[in-house]
C-alpha cells in the first residue's frame, strides 16, 4: 500500500464524498476510486461503505483509519520539519489547542507571528475537551499541541505556565467593588453559570468539588455548552463563572475576580517530535505573550 492511498482515503472520510475528496485532492473521481479499491485489495476487504447520505466505515475500515491518518499527518510534520532544518521560510504550522485557549490566549500570539514570520501560514485545529486534543494529537493533526499539560506523554513537553482560573462576573456586581480576594464560603448563595466542557476531576466535576470542600453546593442558573458562552452570560449578569482569566479580562463591563484559594492550571506546549525550526519558534513566542511570568 502506498502513502498516496492512504491520503486518498482520509480524504474521502473527512469530506464524506467520493466527490468532494476528488476535488479537494485534485484528481479525477475515477482515481481516486481506482486507488481506493486497490487500498481494499491489498488489506483484504472494504473499507468504505456507501449511505444513504455520504460515505461510512467499515468496521475494517475504522480499524485501518486511524493508522492511515498518523501516517499521512506524520508524513507532512516529516516535510514541514524538513523544510525548518533547512532554513525554509514558508510552508504551514499547524497548531492544535482548546477553544478557550484560542480565544483567550493566541490572537495576540498569531497577531506577532504574522508580521514576523509572514511566509509560514498557521493552520488551528480547535477542541472542546483535553481528551479531544490529546487524542487528536496522538492522531497526528498537528505539530504541536498547546493546552493543560498531559500526564503521561510521549514526546516532548515544554512547560509554558499557568494558566489563572478567575470568578467572573459582571462590573457593576457588588463582588467587584470589594479589594481582598473572593472567600467561596461567602458566596454560598449566589447562583452560578455552568459548562458542559467543565472538568471532570476524579469523577466529580471540578465547581462542584472545589465549593463541596467550602462547604456547600453551587447553584446553577444556566448551563451552557462552551465557555465562551458561558463567560459572556455571566458578563450579562445570569451569574457568577469560574472561567480562565484570559478569556474575561478585555471585556466590556466584565470583572474577573480573585479567590481566597487561588486557581491555577499548569499549561505546556506538547508534540510528537523535538521542536525545532518554525514549532519552536512560536511556542517561544506563546511563553513570551501568553505567560510572560513564567
Known amino acids: ?91 504551514e504550522l499547524h497548531i492544535a489547542t482548546l477553544h478557550a485557549v484560542a480565544v483567550g490566549v493566541l490572537p495576540a500570539v498569531c497577531a506577532r507571528w504574522r ?11 480547535e477542541y472542546a475537551t483535553t481528551e479531544e486534543l490529546r487524542d487528536h494529537m496522538e492522531r497526528g493533526v498537528a505539530d504541536i499541541a498547546l493546552g493543560p499539560r498531559p500526564d503521561a506523554w510521549h514526546g516532548p513537553v515544554v512547560p509554558l505556565g499557568d494558566e489563572e482560573i478567575g470568578l467572573v462576573t459582571s462590573a457593576d456586581d457588588p463582588l467587584a467593588a470589594g479589594a481582598e480576594p473572593v472567600r467561596l464560603a461567602d458566596i454560598a448563595d449566589r447562583m452560578w453559570v455552568r459548562c458542559a466542557l467543565e472538568p471532570v476531576v476524579q469523577g466529580q466535576r471540578w465547581l462542584d468539588r472545589v465549593c463541596a470542600e467550602a462547604g456547600f453546593t453551587p447553584r446553577t442558573a444556566l448551563w451552557t455548552e462552551h465557555s465562551s458562552t458561558a463567560v459572556r452570560m455571566a458578563v450579562a449578569g445570569v451569574g457568577l463563572v469560574a472561567a480562565p482569566a484570559h478569556m474575561a479580562r478585555d471585556l466590556p463591563g466584565a470583572a474577573v475576580l480573585a479567590v481566597d484559594r487561588p486557581w491555577r492550571r499548569p499549561h505546556a506546549a506538547f508534540s510528537r517530535v523535538e521542536l525545532t525550526g518554525m514549532a519552536a519558534a512560536f511556542v517561544a513566542l506563546c511563553r513570551e505573550l501568553a505567560f510572560p511570568d513564567t
Open 1 to 91: 500500500m502506498s502513502l498516496r492511498q492512504m491520503e486518498y482515503l482520509v480524504a474521502v472520510v473527512e469530506e464524506e464524498s467520493f466527490t468532494r475528496a476528488a476535488e479537494t485532492l485534485n484528481v479525477t473521481q475515477s482515481a481516486l476510486s481506482h486507488q481506493i479499491k486497490a487500498l481494499e485489495r491489498e488489506v483484504g476487504g472494504p473499507l468504505l461503505e456507501r449511505l444513504p447520505r455520504g460515505i461510512g466505515l467499515t468496521p475494517m475500515g475504522r480499524a485501518f483509519l486511524p493508522h492511515a491518518e498518523l501516517a499521512v499527518r506524520s508524513a507532512g510534520q516529516a516535510r514541514r520539519a524538513a523544510k525548518a532544518a533547512a532554513g525554509a521560510v514558508g510552508g
Open 115 to 125: 508580521r514576523e514570520f509572514p511566509g509560514v501560514r498557521l493552520r488551528l485545529h
